[in-house]
């Protein structure tokens, strides 16, 4: 992973309008380069349906999914640079490309239980250009014997 320290352009690059940036441009936007500052203008906001999902009991080695669906309710294009999980068992699959201002998305997240028994709770973790910049969802489950 790298960061950019890409600084201000001329003139007519800092009046671009949201509209008129790239994908590139909203990645390197100074706003998400350190999650420890806090960012000005406007923000996107992920706003989850749930942020919990539990698929119950189920059969040891079944694989199991669930989508979690999202809205920008902030105002500012949505970037999610990565989603991960606590373990190889657990796939998030996330946007690539990003979300305006009051549209939707899904992360679906994959999990399988093989080898595993018992109690399953499983965080997903979403970097995006939030603020704050992390955003967690989990998953639970319990593996019956």
Same mark, same amino acid.
């Given at each position: 992973?790298? +960061?950019?320290? #890409?600084? =201000?352009? $001329? =003139?007519?690059?800092?009046?671009?309008?949201?509209?008129?940036?790239?994908?590139?441009?909203?990645?390197? $936007?100074?706003?998400?380069?350190?999650?420890?500052? *806090?960012?000005?203008?406007? /923000?996107?906001?992920?706003?989850? %349906? !749930? $942020?919990?999902?539990? &698929?119950?009991?189920? @059969?040891?080695? =079944?694989? *199991?999914?669930?989508? &979690?669906?999202?809205?920008?309710?902030? !105002?500012?294009? /949505?970037?999610? !640079? +990565? %989603?991960?999980?606590?373990?190889?068992?657990? *796939?998030?699959?996330?946007?690539?490309?990003?979300? =305006?201002?009051? #549209? !939707?998305?899904?992360?679906? *997240?994959? &999990?399988?239980?093989?080898?595993?028994?018992?109690?399953?709770?499983?965080?997903?973790?979403?970097?995006?250009?939030?603020?704050?910049?992390?955003?967690?969802?989990?998953? @639970?489950? $319990?593996?019956?014997?």
């Amino acid at each position: 992973m790298t +960061s950019c320290d #890409k600084k =201000a352009g $001329n =003139a007519s690059e800092q009046t671009a309008t949201q509209e008129d940036l790239s994908a590139a441009d909203l990645i390197n $936007n100074p706003n998400t380069a350190n999650p420890h500052e *806090v960012p000005a203008g406007p /923000l996107p906001k992920m706003t989850f %349906a !749930e $942020n919990v999902y539990d &698929f119950g009991d189920i @059969k040891p080695g =079944a694989v *199991v999914s669930h989508t &979690f669906t999202f809205k920008n309710t902030g !105002e500012a294009p /949505l970037i999610i !640079e +990565s %989603a991960t999980a606590t373990c190889g068992c657990t *796939v998030p699959n996330y946007p690539k490309e990003p979300i =305006a201002p009051g #549209k !939707e998305g899904k992360i679906d *997240v994959q &999990f399988d239980s093989q080898g595993k028994t018992g109690q399953q709770n499983k965080q997903i973790t979403i970097r995006a250009n939030t603020q704050p910049n992390i955003t967690e969802l989990t998953i @639970k489950t $319990n593996i019956l014997q």
